[in-house]
């Protein structure tokens, strides 16, 4: 049958899993899971649980573990296609046709598991041979008890070209070249891949042996590889297998967390630590599906990595692949070791403890993140800081879900600000010193008002010339109002986001929103109010003081969500939407230069900078339409 990998899948996601054991052993809800007496053993408190969401059960106390067609063959007896025809039926599927090419494949499939089930007795019992004294020496380095050299599946690869050959003389050389055991170079015979190295078997989910790890034991072979993995092979994928995960998913149910190491040599030296729960990547930043996988066992796997720079360049690839995949609930917590250290060395120096010590305080993605960029290159001059910026909003915009987007838009621009804008210093406020508005000088200057309330200036009533200028706004010139409203509403946000406000000016504000300045200063001298603000009380302060506020009409026909909406998505829109206010008068100023250049010069160069700055402003444009859901197209 043409049973592909999807279609099982589909077929798991179909069944209730707690539903399907429900009719055999009774089973009881335990939050979100289900909780039985196990079947496979007797107990007489239940230590069976069932995972509808996962789509697995699992026994604490016997080890027990399947998902719904294992249940079938395992706990019914039945083979299995007819365990798969039987759940099809209650799932409405229908079974693929037969298909002679795939049970070609599934027959060879069968063929190479013998083949790498010889390969690996033959290593195990070259390990305890004569051949194998370099090796047993190298372990017992490494401290690693007999049951760990057991439990794992050490041997041993003899230094020879054929020593695996001949011991699997059963087997034709084909099936040993295919399986990657052995190698083929035009012009050469065949010969052994793996020679003169500690072997270790890579299992699938059922701890088949599907692929070899292999470290080198002769110091003198300084142009070959530390360690030598298999190749993919139609057993093996190793973006999609993850190192011990058969071994190690059960005691993360137990434990609470999964551990990923950079090495397998990691995993091994942890499990004789006492820690189980450990796996790891196979030679290769992780992949989105090791990720995806690892999801499967711990929403919130647990990243350790060398406290060296190559680990550091590890712990980053992995965040990369993250972030678009990233969904409420499931993220990467990430754990440094000691500078030049491995998990072996923490163990060795310090003990199993100081190890525990360190995977109990992990860090965040987000702050792992802000802590790469912002320590990649210096910061002291304007323009790498801004690049700082560019490299965090470049790394936002590939996350997928739009809610863990804005919500780390809003993460990264607080940290950015706070590292970037030195606090804004307002001159003091001189009685009697007038604008011409009558307004007092120094714009957000305070004087002591009433007790517990920050003095604001006062202004006149805005006027019917002022509120026909307002009406004939561009898009761009109702983002201000927008937003000074959005601040009224969201009052909490004032203070978050003073700095950045504070930088504007005359110089980059259009006459139309020029005339909102006096609602700008009023809210940034309310930053350093010592009461909580409420949007209420500070229409009650504003009105007080005569200071207007804008209404629809100020808009220019946009309607912003974060007027009407709550939460962390309205305040996350509100600060994309100051981002804007901010960026986009900077990119046209950066644009006008540019195209006098490229007038001036005509050269490539001034072209391309133009051109790039001008798709950056549409760019730029399109968001705030999209955000403002404008009425007239822009």
């Known amino acids: 049958m043409a049973l592909t990998p999807q279609w099982l899948d589909e077929l798991r996601t179909r069944i209730?899993?707690?539903?399907?054991?429900?009719?055999?052993?009774?089973?009881?809800?335990?939050?979100?899971?289900?909780?039985?007496?196990?079947?496979?053993?007797?107990?007489?408190?239940?230590?069976?649980?069932?995972?509808?969401?996962?789509?697995?059960?699992?026994?604490?106390?016997?080890?027990?573990?399947?998902?719904?067609?294992?249940?079938?063959?395992?706990?019914?007896?039945?083979?299995?296609?007819?365990?798969?025809?039987?759940?099809?039926?209650?799932?409405?599927?229908?079974?693929?046709?037969?298909?002679?090419?795939?049970?070609?494949?599934?027959?060879?499939?069968k063929s190479l598991h013998d083949v790498m089930a010889a390969a690996q007795a033959f290593f195990v019992s070259s390990l305890q041979g004569t051949s194998g004294e370099a090796a047993r020496a190298y372990l017992a380095t490494r401290g690693f008890p007999a049951a760990i050299v057991r439990e794992f599946g050490f041997g041993y690869a003899p230094d020879s070209r054929t020593a695996l050959k001949e011991a699997l003389s059963d087997f034709p050389e084909a099936m040993l070249i295919e399986a990657g055991l052995r190698i083929v170079v035009e012009g050469r015979d065949p010969y052994d891949r793996f020679r003169g190295r500690l072997m270790l078997p890579i299992c699938d989910p059922r701890g088949r042996p599907i692929a070899f790890g292999g470290r080198i034991l002769t110091a003198a072979k300084t142009d070959a590889p530390k360690y030598l993995n298999s190749p993919d092979t139609p057993l093996f994928d190793k973006g999609r297998t993850v190192y011990n995960l058969h071994r190690a998913a059960p005691a993360a149910r137990?434990?609470?967390?999964?551990?990923?190491?950079?090495?397998?040599?990691?995993?091994v030296a942890l499990a004789a630590a006492g820690i189980a729960e450990a796996v790891a990547p196979l030679g290769t930043a992780l992949t989105e599906e090791q990720i995806e996988r690892l999801w499967r066992v711990d929403e919130m796997p647990l990243l350790c990595f060398d406290g060296d720079s190559a680990g550091q360049r590890a712990a980053m690839r992995a965040i990369t692949r993250a972030l678009p995949l990233l969904r409420p609930g499931h993220s990467l917590r990430i754990v440094t070791l000691p500078q030049g250290q491995d998990p072996d060395d923490v163990i060795k120096r310090e003990g199993p403890g100081a190890m525990q010590e360190l995977l109990a305080s992990p860090r965040s993605l987000v702050d792992v993140l802000w802590q790469a960029e912002r320590d990649a290159a210096p910061l002291d001059t304007p323009e790498a800081k801004a690049g700082l910026k560019q490299r965090l909003m470049d790394h936002v915009d590939t996350i997928g879900h739009p809610d863990i987007k804005a919500l780390y838009r809003r993460e990264l621009n607080d940290r950015f600000g706070e590292l970037a804008y030195a606090r804004r210093e307002r001159p003091p406020f001189q009685p009697g010193a007038r604008s011409g508005n009558g307004a007092p000088s120094g714009g957000g200057s305070r004087q002591p008002g009433r007790r517990g309330q920050p003095w604001l200036p006062p202004a006149a009533p805005m006027t019917e010339d002022t509120r026909n200028r307002l009406q004939r706004r561009e898009p761009r010139d109702g983002l201000l109002a927008g937003i000074l409203a959005g601040l009224v509403q969201h009052p909490t946000?004032?203070?978050?986001?003073?700095?950045?406000?504070?930088?504007?000016?005359?110089?980059?504000?259009?006459?139309?929103?020029?005339?909102?300045?006096?609602?700008?200063?009023?809210?940034?001298?309310?930053?350093?109010?010592?009461?909580?603000?409420?949007?209420?009380?500070?229409?009650?302060?504003?009105?007080?003081?005569?200071?207007?506020?804008?209404?629809?009409?100020?808009f220019a026909g946009m309607r912003f969500g974060f007027l009407t909406g709550t939460g962390a998505n309205a305040t996350g829109e509100l600060a994309e939407a100051i981002d804007l206010l901010i960026d986009l008068p900077a990119v046209?100023?950066?644009?006008?230069?540019?195209?006098?250049?490229?007038?001036?010069?005509?050269?490539?160069?001034?072209?391309?900078?133009?051109q790039r700055l001008l798709q950056r402003r549409l760019a730029l444009l399109a968001r705030l339409g999209q955000m403002g859901r404008v009425r007239a197209a822009l």
């Open 16 to 109: 209730s899993l707690s539903g399907l054991i429900g009719r055999s052993v009774r089973v009881q809800k335990a939050g979100r899971e289900f909780k039985a007496c196990c079947p496979f053993h007797n107990e007489k408190s239940p230590s069976f649980t069932i995972n509808d969401e996962k789509g697995f059960y699992h026994c604490f106390g016997c080890g027990a573990h399947g998902d719904a067609i294992r249940w079938m063959t395992e706990h019914q007896g039945l083979p299995f296609m007819d365990a798969v025809k039987e759940l099809a039926a209650m799932a409405s599927m229908e079974v693929p046709a037969p298909d002679p090419r795939a049970a070609k494949r599934a027959e060879q499939q």
């Open 254 to 267: 137990s434990a609470g967390r999964i551990v990923v190491v950079e090495g397998y040599m990691d995993v």
């Open 493 to 554: 946000e004032i203070a978050r986001h003073a700095e950045a406000l504070g930088r504007l000016s005359s110089d980059v504000l259009s006459p139309a929103e020029s005339v909102l300045a006096e609602l700008l200063d009023a809210l940034l001298a309310l930053a350093d109010s010592p009461a909580p603000l409420e949007p209420d009380a500070v229409r009650t302060i504003l009105a007080a003081r005569q200071v207007p506020l804008p209404t629809a009409e100020d």
């Open 588 to 610: 046209e100023a950066a644009l006008a230069q540019a195209t006098q250049r490229h007038e001036t010069e005509f050269s490539d160069e001034s072209f391309a900078e133009q």
